[in-house]
């Protein structure tokens, strides 16, 4: 064909790769393919590959019968008599390209990928299809393509599954039937996404001839796939799935259902939501808020303050993709049972996803919370209730979750690790009189009840007999509500409440806190000093320092076999520290100056009334530990009782 004086090039596997046609762009292109089955197979391929990159697109015929193996092609036309002008006329009276209409398989439309020796180009083109499948594959059943759509999750390929049953999955966390949640996509479940994606096609020589097999995904290709680490931006990155509208970081309302590129949230909403006002007002906030906190007026919160906690409960669950950092946990904590903790939770969970808390039983091995937060953050599960905590509340794990949007951790059940997955999981956690331990008490909103009747659960008489199914019905109208609260506060440009300083969770209260302050509700954060009182961690702070002001009446410092040795020989004196000294250092019947000193390490530095605990090296390197005065403290006397400096 150059020889004829046309520009040319040979398809020796009878088709056109997709990645080459982007270098036609703009051309005249006619197609002359063999006059076997492959070549006219081909052609259509290549055709439709070019389609709308081409300046135009024609297909020759060349005279003579088209068979199924073996036709002739341009050299064989060529070399009969005439060959030459039979060759001309065919490409000059080429006919335009159409797609075909034949009755295809919707399968045979999948595009097709060589499988070749270039591993590395066979595995890019897979992964491009696989990005591509259930959003431009119209082989694929509508009612499928939501099922069978892949996305990325920080080097991972994964999927979007629904469980059909209330279920408890492997890391303990209890989902209700109808939850939504990503899981990574089953290894023996990728030959069968890429057969859905594309047909793998090899070139087979035989007797001469030439012809294209199907074959299914080699070894080498399903495990490129499952080890690429980053599939760019070919298969989409996947936050997290929500049920209800939500805002943006930059306060834009999503609230169209799908994949949306800005937040990387998917979007499946299970019924209809009205659109969310664009300008609301401070009038229209507040209203809002109204209609939102009547739906607790029954509950017996134990100040004003604690209603606006569980407002800020609702907002952070539903506003949760506006906030750039952590959240902290809501502990709803009463008296006795029967108050209604488990109930408040699932209200706010049921307006935010459409079901009640995704419930997950506490641990106090930090172990397992540490496995628990790596499934959670896997799963991109948006909110779990910790139900009904009997012990102390916290742990290194839950300390550092709480204050990180990244979670990073070995798999459950393999040596792989998960890399950096996004955490923005809400938590919540109910019980009776909650206590918080370590550093977990400065990461907690408490919500308290204060029911005024020795049976809360024998009342009556409440507005709503079924509240959770009331709240389920009106589901969408106070979704509505929630983020009518926040888009207000964005529009009036998110005025600074004062007295809002929350620290590592800035972000969290300049929206949400500042948000209700801002219509006239009480501080929510007032109810902090709760958790400040019942922080196990600061009373025993507290209790060393001021048994060791009662024990060390010279200033010297003491060891923590000094200390013991002192308790032992005295019968009932420096009542402070024995109590300390008996719940940190006593096993078994046993007082022991090891769990002693090292409970002193880990709490070295700490103020407490004014005096900080200090750890001074003394003879062989053991610390002598003293209650020095911190800087810029007033006076206090023996007992911690303060008094300010004249």
Sequence with gaps: LIGLGFNACGLPASCMAEK????FSGVNIVLVPDLDTAGQSGSQLTGGRLAGIAASIRVARLPGEIVENGGDDVRDVLNRKGGETLVLDAIISASNWTPRKDGHTPRDRRPDVFVSLDYGS??????????ELGWESPWIPTGKRDRVRLYQRDGALVEVITEEADTTLDSGIELSAGTQRIRRLPAGQLPLRILEACQLVAVEEKDDEIKHIAVPPPNWLTNGIL????????????SGII???TLRLDGTVL???GYDKQTRLLYQPNEFFPEIPDLPSQKDAAAAAIELTNLVRDFEFLEEEDKSAWLSLVLSQIGRAAINGGVPLFAITASCRGSGKSLLADVASIISTGKPAARKPYSESNEEQRKAITAIAIEAIPTILLDNVDSILGGASMDAALTATTWSDRVLGSSATTGELPLRTVWTATGNNLRFGTDVARRVIPIRLAPTVENPEERTGFEHADLLGWVQSNRTRLAVAALTILRAYFVAGRPVQPDGHFASFESWSLLIRGA?????????????ETAKADD?????VRGL?????EMDEYGDGMTAREIIGKLAESDDGFQTMREIVSEIATSKGRVDAKPLGNSMKKYRGRIANGFQLIGVPGKGGVLRWKAMRAKGAGQVGLKGQFQAPC
């Design 536 to 540: 196990i961690s600061g009373a025993l």
């Design 227 to 238: 080890t690429k680490g980053d599939f760019g931006h070919d298969i989409r990155r996947l």
């Design 20 to 23: 080459y046609a982007r270098l």
């Design 545 to 549: 320092i001021d048994g060791l002001l």
């Design 255 to 257: 609230q169209h259902a």
């Design 516 to 528: 209700i302050v801002w219509i006239g509700l009480p501080d929510p954060l007032k109810t902090r």
């Design 243 to 245: 049920k209800a509208p």
């Design 122 to 131: 066979c595995v890019d083109q897979v992964c491009t299809h696989l990005g």
